[in-house]
């Protein structure tokens, strides 16, 4: 209804009741004014006609305006108009305005004291008929009448004045009645017109008030929840905020968020995950008083604002009912789901006087307590700060090193052992920040990885690897590390089709090393593109093998073509002494059972190596026989030098072992 304006409801009522008293009130005013006029005419018209009619029907008048009484036939005609109802009152005046003769309802007779009228006088001196109109105020009188004073003439002189009394009550009552009834359909007709109109727009207006207010109810919450979303809960929070200084406690924002929630997803299908979010967004409406607010960031994070804190203890123990809260099981299709919640807690005034670094500080305690492994309750510190900015400087140094071709690939040797040989290198991926210095990539893979931008560094290693192993003696293999993310996309076989093609190496001299959570995403899709992989020609590697929960399962999951025992057995050599060593043995043999080659890595000292150039392991990779070295260097000398260099009879020792430059 584009012809009514988007005014308020109020304003449009107010404008509403004014239409409708003016249209009353007009109409009120017309129909008084209209039955007077048209009363007023007929009672001139009328009273007049029978002045007239009596004038000149009473043929004595003369003589009775002269003090006489009437004749016969003039009595007559004063006695029938009498009766004729209408007129009540007939009076004769002489020619100087005073009465002489009176007909009413008391009879016909003249009069004894005459009474003087200005109006009859006015007739006659004026020779026209005076008509006057009266609201009766006598109690002999009616309530509305008219009176014409006709002057009459005797040949050509004035002789005198018929005054004629008419009353107009009924007639009055009868227009009025009339006018009352038009005048009441006009006005429902109007209201209708208006009304009706009206209505429908007053009810759209209704409605739109509605979608307004729902559309309001989005904006501020989380429709899955009916939680507070993030723009209504920093609203509240910077609310409760300023009222600090003057209620004197403390505010705690509690930020939760659930482990594994992806995985928990994945499993019950975007129903189960639903279901789940909703009945955790549930209790922790149950939990909180209606001072505190609770808010669903996005995603699977929640935040609890407890207000009237009295300190870290107080929030501590909130958060301990949080999670026990949280982690009570539920049921979805008869399937029990138990969850556990990392939370990061963070206190107004000391961490925090607006809801952005308050969030912040929250976020940086969960972040933290993420990082140390989950399923706990980490209050902040104000060190988690630079932490932050050590992060935000990595993040931008891997974007710079990207924009600019910062990032270089160190070599490290792979000999086998038992034929004293180097039988290629391992890529290994290092930033070179600005500054010069090289960022290892257990610091920086991580953040790429958070930053999605894994998959493109994870292609240029591989194109770059490949590149430099063409340059090598064809009997030299290259091993790559994948990150698990690299498996997501689906296009990994792609790109290391094309990574080979561009440099022109033979599939069989590129190795791909995989970790187990690459196997932990065990889908189809996974093992699939495992074996796409293989059809290429090229090796996989059981990375880091022995560091997961459950790594012997993905042996039979897959046929590596090489297990890669973790460093950290052999570095645990010195400690835990022989049950580190039986264990590196077992796998040797697991490996041999299995027809997939042993590379132990790590291998530091003269007598690492020779423990495992006895326990018959295929491959060794460490500091000792060289460490992770730039193209250039590993091409220039040292690829010429590694056949002579090596050992050549067993067992291997310091004097026949020159490690690599380091
Ligand atoms: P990794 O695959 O286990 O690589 C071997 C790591 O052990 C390398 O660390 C290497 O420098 C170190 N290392 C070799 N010999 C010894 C030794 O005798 N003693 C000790 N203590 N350490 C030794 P680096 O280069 O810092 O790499 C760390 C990890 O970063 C790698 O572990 C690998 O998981 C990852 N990484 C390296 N490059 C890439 C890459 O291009 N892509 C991906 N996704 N990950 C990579
Ligand atoms: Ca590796
Ligand atoms: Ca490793």
Redesign the pocket.
Known sequence: MAFFPDISLRRAIVLLVVVVSILTAGTGITVKLTTEHLVNDDARISARDWAQFLAVNLTDLKQIAAGELPNASSLAFLEATRKAGQVFRTVIFNREGYSQLVADHEGIKSVDVSDFSAEAARSVASGSTVIDISEGEAADLPAYFARAYVPVFVDGEPAASVAVFVNETEQRANFRNTFLVAALILCSITALAFGMPAIAWYRRTKEKQQVDRRVRFLANHDSLTGLANRVRLTERLDGALSALPSSGGQIAVHFIDIDHFKEVNDLLGHDGGDFLLSTLGQRLGALTRIEDMVGRLGGDEFVVVQTGVSGKEQAEVFAQRIASAMGEPMYFKEQKIKIDVTIGVALAPADGMTSERLLKSADLALYKGKEAGRNRITIYAHEMDDLQQARRELEKAINDAIANDRFV??Y?PIFEIGRHRLIGF?????LSAQDGTLI???TF?PVAEDMHV?DK??AW?LRSACRTAATWPKNLTVA????PLQFQAGTLTEVVAAALKESGLEAHRLEL?I?ETVMLQNNERTVAQLRDLKALGVAIVM??FGTGYSSLSYLWKFPFDKI?I??SFV?SFEKAGDDAATVVKSIIALGRELRMQVTV????TLKQADFLHESGGDQV????FG??LPASEINASILADFPKTLPVTAPLDRTNVTPVRS
Do not use: C, M, T
Request: glycine fraction near 8%; charged fraction near 30%; proline fraction near 8%.
């Open positions: 690939v160190h490290q391992e890529a290994l991926l290092r290892p990539p257990a893979i894994i560094l994870g290693v790559v590390n994948l990150s090393e970790i990375d880091d890669k973790d460093r570095q890595e790590g291998v530091e990779q460490g500091f000792y460490r992770p």
